[in-house]
């Protein structure tokens, strides 16, 4: 715990990562972003990174004239990024990077055997099988950084067998949008889906947080963390956000992690495992919260997390096919090219629309991902705002 990479920094996640190293005086080696190169040379300055990536070329050009009196030397593209993945001696690598552009980062880190906090939900979704092989063969480390997985992973420290786990429940907030009916959602907007009740994140996955995408992308990506099938994760709406996921056990006990809805307690512990620093983060007040609730999940309004359920049954690229619909879908409803009920139906039309492989390579990963995207593109077509 001597040294941090922090891919994504400009974003929510990685402003957070930096606070905590700030906190636990940590040496931050290397920095990258997409294309913020303002927020990212303000970083660089304050927390002198030797490396720095954008991932856009143009704002990478603009950010090494922008920090050419420093010793930070800035790299481009995702090659750039990459390269800032694998660097140093042996950091922790936290991948905060919103999308499928946080794959061959995570790769990379895997490859040269670091600690991998994992925040890129997208890593393990789209190519979970490559991640984990990766991770295995490099002798690498892969550790939650969701605060639901982070939950998971913290209730079963201690748990010697697998097979004593009986059942993942996943909680979910239910976005701004709980206890609404497909009817009552035609007409939001993004305005609307970006309210989020409890969680301060960007907008790409406060959208998703809205659709309950987010919900089925932790689902898929619990199934490679933590070696449990499908239907043996639960999801419950908890609309408090303090339990932030539950394991249950053969003996039919069930182990919780609560805390405050802040993300610097689960981006500390993914850092510090397997030891506990003090916290900038508040403390819980159960009495103060005063009653804490769980529902259903309303599958037929919200239909992103059983297009996510049918991926992972599924399996091979259906995952990736699926995730890279949805980036695609949700940025369309983003720029204002499709209303927010199209995002679900779109996306269940077109990831079935694909030639799955069991055994995949990135390159599969890739190419069934940008195919994904271009049918979407064609599916947004016949909707009008």
């Known amino acids: 715990m001597n040294s941090l990479i922090i891919l994504g920094s400009t974003g929510s996640i990685g402003a957070q990562a930096l606070d905590v190293a700030e906190k636990l005086s940590l040496k931050v080696e290397a920095l990258t972003a997409n294309s913020d190169a303002k927020k990212l040379e303000e970083q660089a300055r304050k927390f002198k990174p030797r490396l720095a990536a954008l991932a856009d070329e143009k704002a990478a050009a603009e950010l090494k004239i922008k920090l050419a009196d420093t010793n930070t030397k800035v790299l481009s593209g995702i090659e750039g990024v990459t390269e800032c993945a694998a660097f140093g001696e042996n950091p922790t690598v936290l991948n905060s990077i919103v999308g499928m552009a946080g794959l061959r980062p995570t790769l990379a880190a895997a490859k040269a055997g670091r600690r991998i906090a994992l925040a890129n939900?997208?890593?393990?979704?789209?190519?979970?099988k490559l991640v984990k092989t990766a991770v295995k063969e490099n002798n690498a480390e892969l550790l939650p950084v969701d605060s639901e997985h982070s939950a998971?992973?913290?209730?079963?420290?201690?748990?010697?067998?697998?097979?004593?786990?009986k059942k993942i429940i996943l909680t979910a907030s239910g976005g701004p949008f709980f206890g609404k009916k497909r009817h009552e959602l035609k007409s939001v907007t993004l305005q609307d889906a970006l309210k989020h009740p409890n969680w301060s994140m960007g907008a790409k996955i406060t959208v998703d947080s809205a659709t309950m995408f987010n919900k089925g992308l932790e689902l898929i990506e619990a199934?490679?963390?933590?070696?449990?099938?499908p239907e043996n994760i639960e999801i419950v709406v908890h609309r408090e956000s303090i339990v932030h996921s539950l394991v249950e056990f053969a003996d039919n006990s069930v182990i919780a992690q609560l805390g405050l809805p802040d993300m610097r307690i689960p981006i500390q512990y993914a850092i510090t495992y397997p030891?506990?620093?003090?916290?900038?983060v508040g403390s819980l007040n159960l009495a103060q919260i005063g009653k804490l609730t769980f529902f259903e999940p309303d599958y037929e309004t919200f239909k992103c997390i059983n297009i996510c359920r049918d991926a992972i049954n599924r399996g091979g690229l259906y995952p990736a096919a699926a995730n890279a619909a949805n980036e695609e879908a949700n940025e369309l409803f983003r720029k204002g090219k499709i209303p927010f009920l199209a995002i679900g139906d779109i996306i269940e039309e077109a990831f079935l629309d694909i030639e799955n492989k069991e055994e995949y390579r990135l390159e599969d990963v890739e190419e069934i991902s940008d195919a994904a995207r271009e049918r979407v593109r064609r599916l947004s077509e016949k909707y009008t705002l």
């Open 152 to 165: 998971i992973f913290q209730s079963i420290q201690g748990c010697k067998d697998k097979k004593e786990i």
């Open 121 to 128: 939900k997208e890593s393990l979704v789209a190519g979970g």
């Open 275 to 280: 030891n506990r620093f003090e916290s900038p």
């Open 223 to 229: 199934v490679w963390l933590f070696d449990v099938a």
